[in-house]
Nanobody
Framework: QVQLVESGGGLVQAGGSLRLSCAAS????????MGWYRQAPGKQRELVAT???????TYAGSAKGRFTISRDISKNTVYLQMNSLKPEDTAVYYC?????????WGQGTQVTVSS
């Protein structure tokens, strides 16, 4: 089992930056992959970025060039650095982890980008 705790959300002006953190309750090297997803009001949850236990990363088109997913193995934490934020990035951001056959989710952190 994996517990995930997100932090770092908040209110920022367009063009600003935020760094989200997702702390896992076990070694992230034992987790097949971790990812960031987001869900805006009235919309489906969508992928933002993922990172595997080998360090390979993938990004949604909307995140490429602006967002960076990274990890600190010693802290069992995955980060999402978000730059050049836009109002359309406003959403609840969720961290997830695929551990064995199961998928675990954090509680989410709100990101609001004002214009």
């Amino acid at each position: 089992q994996v517990q995930l705790v997100e932090s770092g959300g908040g209110l920022v002006q367009a063009g600003g930056s935020l760094r989200l953190s997702c702390a896992a309750s076990r070694s992230i090297l034992s987790i097949i992959a971790m990812g960031w997803y987001r869900q805006a009001p009235g919309k489906q949850r969508e992928l933002v970025a993922t990172i595997t236990n080998e360090g390979s990363t993938t990004y949604a088109g909307s995140a490429k060039g602006r967002f960076t997913i990274s990890r600190d193995i010693s802290k069992n934490t995955v980060y999402l650095q978000m730059n050049s934020l836009k109002p359309e990035d406003t959403a609840v951001y969720y961290c997830n982890a695929r551990f064995g056959p199961n998928l675990y989710w954090g509680q989410g952190t709100q990101v609001t980008v004002s214009s």
